[in-house]
């Protein structure tokens, strides 16, 4: 290699062979090249000599089949893509024929792209400065569109100059554009060959190759000529004749966070604009996730308010009850069925008025037996209870009255009735007064009970009231109670309540210190718990099922990613020009993805709330939108945005520049 200090460019016996379906087109054949530093190369040839081919190379945006290339020092077959990128990014500028703005962004935006992938900061007044260097200043805020052809090479060519390079790569810089533009273009040139740099130009025209010192005919994928133009080589401004950059202040972890910092700032913003600029694509492609999110979020807001009316169902019913029942005991290993040794009658109840914090005490026994009324009869649920079973369960009668104590005692045939039972034997009479036969035995109907609906039983209001004396001794024929009912005057007294009703029920049945209890105590919280815990399972199944739609959503999503990519295959092919590299471009597609996503959870969001506040409205079922489930429904469509978004976004990255570039 040579080690003359003007040397910025050499190349040795470099070839270049492509593969077109079954035919082999080999576009350089053993090109060896020296190009000193500040020179103004102009390379010429007709169309498939290889000179774009060559430019690429010499521009590393492609690679040799064979051959040694050197760029400033530095051998480029030993470099990796992610060093070809930031060779590409520091070392050189490119002026493409079709100027490739991305147009989506203005002027001065277009400029500062490749300050996004290099450590310098992106500064506005740095691109300004560039845009007016090119006579634009004007200009800047416009985009692709609003520019005329010459307009939009000059933003190209000042793009190419941000990073300062010490190369400039020239790819038919006027092929598109009419006389004047193209004497402004060529001015321009000329004016950064004084200023320093070295510009490799390619062309067809013959006046524009003989404004450079030196001329390069290609034929055939060979050099056939190399001469010089006789220009003069004008006097250089030292301060810009060596190429490269300084970094920027600051160590290089830092300006390495900045650096990735700007990088996913500026992918937002640019996952922003995709999506506002083809806005009804943007819809239909978020709308999968948009459904998916408005469904869990509806579907938790069911659960949980199903939960909070749990709750308020039991507090109703009593959340301060103690539910006392015989339990099975175990002898010499061998256990008994409840009831089978331990028994509980009245006189147990009774002596639990004592307790402290004890407020009220229903014993009960169930049954079931025929109500009849005339030529009505109805096979229901008979419930003997205690006088302070109406407060305890909130239970006090809509028509009529409750028993007495003196007709507990006499063991009356006085019976409260279900709204179910009311209607099925007396429609729409009035029940109160009237006279039913339960079990062939003769009962004054004193009441009806207010309607609970349906639980964990059954429906609640299929159920006949009546003194647990009277169902005891005169219809059911127990000496015994199924249950004792406690109601505790505080939910903080349960826990010394329980111990010290325990203790009064072993001396009361009279068992010893190493017996265990003949009977069990349970507490309405702990069925509560139990019924929320199959609630809460009810609802994550409603959340997952309704979690598929996400899926769903998530194929689109990918799918539409797979499209843009394809879109913007010369995008992408710019972007690794310019500097990106893979993990780069990964970045940029993967955070485009989650942009829309996001954006569909959101709307996904107010539309499930909306619903659910229309089902409450409406239908009157009682909702509760979470905390919790916002958070999961905005993290899982992020997730779908990466999950889905991340095979695009790999396929994005893998493209090769220059056939990105020509991708038609």
Not at 68 to 89: F, I
Not at 401 to 422: H, I, N, Q, S, Y
Not at 468 to 485: C, F, N, P, Q, S
Request: aromatic share 4%; glycine share 10%.
């Amino acid at each position: 290699m040579s080690s003359a200090p003007e040397v910025i460019l050499e190349l040795r016996k470099v070839s270049k062979t492509y593969a077109l379906g079954k035919v082999d087109v080999k576009a350089l054949r053993e090109v060896s090249l020296i190009i000193p530093r500040g020179e103004f190369v102009a390379i010429m040839g007709p169309s498939g000599s290889g000179k774009s081919t060559l430019l690429h190379i010499l521009g590393c945006l492609d690679r040799p089949d064979s051959g040694q290339y050197w760029l400033q020092g530095k051998d480029v077959s030993r470099l990796g893509d992610d060093e070809l990128a930031n060779l590409r990014n520091q070392e050189a500028g490119f002026i493409f024929q079709q100027f490739h703005l991305l147009p989506r962004m203005t002027a001065l935006e277009n400029v500062q792209l490749p300050l996004i992938y290099g450590d310098h900061e992106v500064l506005r007044e740095k691109a300004a400065k560039r845009l007016n260097q090119v006579g634009l200043a004007d200009r800047k805020e416009h985009k692709p569109s609003e520019l005329s052809g010459g307009q939009q090479q000059r933003v190209a060519i000042a793009r190419s100059l941000i990073n300062n390079p010490g190369i400039l790569f020239a790819d038919e810089p006027t092929g598109n554009l009419d006389s004047k533009s193209e004497e402004e273009i060529i001015a321009i040139l000329g004016q950064l060959h004084a200023e320093g740099k070295t510009i490799i130009l390619v062309t067809h025209e013959q006046e524009i190759a003989q404004q450079a010192e030196r001329v390069i005919f290609m034929r055939d994928g060979r050099i056939v000529s190399d001469e010089p133009t006789g220009r003069a080589r004008p006097g250089k401004q030292s301060a810009l004749a060596a190429a490269g950059n300084g970094n920027g202040s600051g160590s290089g972890s830092e300006r390495l966070r900045k650096s990735n910092i700007r990088k996913i700032t500026q992918n937002i913003r640019q996952g922003f604009q995709a999506l506002l600029g083809n806005k009804m694509r943007s819809f239909l492609s978020m709308l999968g996730i948009l459904i998916g999110v408005a469904s869990v979020i509806a579907m938790l807001a069911l659960g949980k308010g199903a939960q909070v009316s749990i709750r308020e169902r039991m507090s109703a019913l009593g959340t301060n009850l103690l539910m006392i029942r015989p339990g099975a005991v175990r002898s010499g290993g061998a256990s008994f069925e409840a009831g089978a040794v331990s028994r509980l009658t009245l006189q147990d109840a009774e002596s639990l008025a004592g307790v402290p914090h004890v407020k009220g005490i229903s014993p009960s026994v169930n049954g079931r037996a025929q109500a009849v009324h005339g030529n009505k009869n109805w096979n229901t649920q008979v419930q003997g209870v205690g006088l302070d079973y109406a407060q305890m369960k909130s239970a006090e009668p809509t028509q009529g009255r409750f028993f007495t104590p003196e007709e507990v005692g006499r063991r009356e045939k006085v019976a409260l009735l279900g709204k179910t039972v009311a209607q099925e034997l007396f429609g729409d009479e009035d029940p109160v007064g009237a006279a039913i036969k339960i079990n062939r035995i003769q009962f004054q109907v004193i009441g009806v009970l207010p309607e609970k609906g349906a639980g964990p039983r059954g429906d609640q209001d299929d159920v006949v009231v009546m003194p647990v004396t009277t169902a005891m001794y005169r219809l059911l024929g127990d000496k015994y109670v199924d249950m004792i009912e406690v109601e505790v005057d505080a939910m903080q007294n349960m826990d010394g309540a329980e111990e010290e009703i325990r203790n009064r029920l072993r001396r009361e049945l009279h068992l010893k210190a190493d017996e265990e209890d003949t009977f069990r105590i349970r507490n309405m919280a702990e069925i509560q718990e139990a019924l929320e815990g199959m609630t809460k399972s009810m609802t994550m199944l409603l959340g997952f099922i309704a979690a598929i739609s996400l899926l769903v959503g998530g194929i689109g999503i990918m799918n539409i990613m797979l499209v843009s990519v394809t879109e913007r295959t010369r995008e992408i092919g710019l972007r690794k020009a310019i500097g990106a590299r893979r993990k780069d471009i990964l970045l940029q597609f993967l955070i485009e993805s989650m942009v829309m996503t996001f954006c569909g959870g959101i709307i996904g969001i107010a539309m499930g709330a909306s619903a659910a506040l229309l089902l409450s409205l409406i239908a009157g079922w009682t909702t509760q939108v979470s905390a919790d489930s916002v958070t999961m429904a905005t993290l899982f469509s992020i997730l779908v945005g990466i999950v889905f978004g991340l095979w695009p976004a790999q396929k994005a990255s893998k493209l090769n520049p220059i056939e990105a570039l020509r991708y038609e």
